[in-house]
């Protein structure tokens, strides 16, 4: 016998919530010209190291006071 159980929601967080906000883009590398995808206008090329400046993404970073694990929380 074989019992199916569905699975269990978890509650959103903050992360859930930026997460769903979230927009996959496309663009291509500057440097070696392959195509690269990221997270809100973020890139990083996965075939020549080249990375966009955290500044030219199109939503605000977190700050690291936001991240569960720094030191003070």
Do not use: F, K
Request: negative net charge.
């Amino acid at each position: 016998m074989t019992q199916e159980w569905p699975p269990e929601a978890a509650p959103p967080t903050d992360a859930a919530a930026r997460l769903a906000e979230s927009e996959i883009t496309v663009t291509e590398c500057r440097d070696c010209g392959a195509e690269v995808h990221g997270l809100n206008g973020r890139y990083a090329c996965p075939l020549c190291g080249w990375v966009n400046h955290w500044s030219q993404g199109s939503t605000t970073l977190p700050r690291a006071e936001d991240d569960p694990d720094y030191p003070g929380n």
